[in-house]
């Protein structure tokens, strides 16, 4: 018969420094994890007030009229509503510009930024997935041309379609828009992975030519990063106002961005009216087809590759 020790008794009774019940330690992950959660949550808040509060201010004066727009509380509501009047003289104002100028933003987005993410579709695929000389020299390229910020180009932009005779045209705009280095870069890395080589080998095998292969198999693999590029693309030339501002001196042909900034230049005129009700009210309105075009393009990205593949 085996007796324990006095000594083995006092240390099962009395752990040494280095010994911690096993209860505790869960109980202290998941204290830590509460301090980490409660940090990630408030800078998530931080961020979200950032973002969220100029749309605020945004939604909240447009519905105010030019008086209450001046002698009011930027962020709480005035004693007048007037939204409804306010997006009623937007479109009416100077004999419906605005209308004009939307139609021209549009434009310039579907044929200009729909036109660059089909090239960096096309583009970025060939660089991916075929083998030619100098593709590591124009592949180079591009990763430089997406380090050179747009304004930089603007006015040797300008000086070449000036020459060409395309300023103050809607070409002028449009066909430095087809071009977006960092959507091609997006879609050649991008195709790299979401493109099995075995699915390519199997339809050549077939007999299908590759702009076949590219628009039956490939495209609908590509589907993700194509409508992230297009996303970019549209932002970035709805957004656009430098390139327009340099290139166009017939209001006829400005996009929302130059045409609401002419009419907040209007108060600082001789003579000019202030409508700073309807510069905000448009401002409002531009948004919208943007919030609009993330919403309805939303469920693309939460489709994967195997998804893409199957319906392939």
Not at 61 to 75: D, I
Not at 95 to 116: D, K, P, Q, S
Not at 208 to 222: D, H, Q, V, W, Y
Request: aromatic share 12%.
């Amino acid at each position: 018969m085996v007796t324990s020790t006095p000594s083995a008794r006092a240390t099962r009774r009395h752990p040494g420094p280095s010994y911690r019940p096993l209860a505790v330690r869960p109980a202290r992950r998941r204290a830590q994890r509460s301090r980490r959660s409660v940090t990630l949550t408030a800078l998530t808040a931080i961020m979200l007030v950032y973002a969220l509060l100029p749309l605020a201010w945004l939604a909240i004066n447009a519905t105010k009229t030019q008086t209450g727009l001046l002698g009011s509380f930027g962020l709480w509501f005035a004693k007048d509503f007037a939204l409804f009047s306010n997006i009623h003289d937007t479109f009416a104002y100077d004999h419906g510009i605005f209308v004009r100028w939307l139609l021209n933003t549009l434009l310039y987005v579907v044929v200009g930024a729909g036109g660059a993410t089909f090239l960096a579709a096309l583009a970025g695929y060939g660089m991916a997935k075929f083998d030619f000389v100098g593709k590591k020299a124009v592949f180079a390229t591009v990763i430089g041309a997406v380090a050179v910020p747009g304004t930089a180009l603007a006015v040797p932009t300008f000086l070449m379609f000036s020459r060409m005779g395309l300023t103050d045209t809607p070409w002028a705009i449009i066909i430095p828009s087809l071009i977006s280095p960092f959507g091609l870069y997006l879609m050649r890395t991008f195709s790299a992975e979401a493109v099995p080589a075995e699915i390519l080998e199997s339809a050549r095998l077939d007999g299908a030519g590759e702009f076949r292969t590219f628009f039956s198999i490939s495209l609908p693999l590509l589907g993700p990063g194509i409508v992230t590029v297009l996303l970019f693309n549209v932002v970035a030339t709805w957004n656009n106002y430098f390139l327009p501002l340099i290139m166009l001196k017939n209001p006829d042909w400005y996009p929302l961005t130059l045409g609401l900034n002419s009419w907040n230049a209007q108060a600082s005129t001789v003579g000019g009216e202030a409508i700073f009700n309807l510069v905000i009210t448009g401002s409002l309105l531009t948004i919208v087809p943007l919030i609009a075009a993330f919403r309805l393009l939303q469920r693309y990205w939460q489709s994967g590759l195997s998804a893409g593949s199957v319906k392939g």
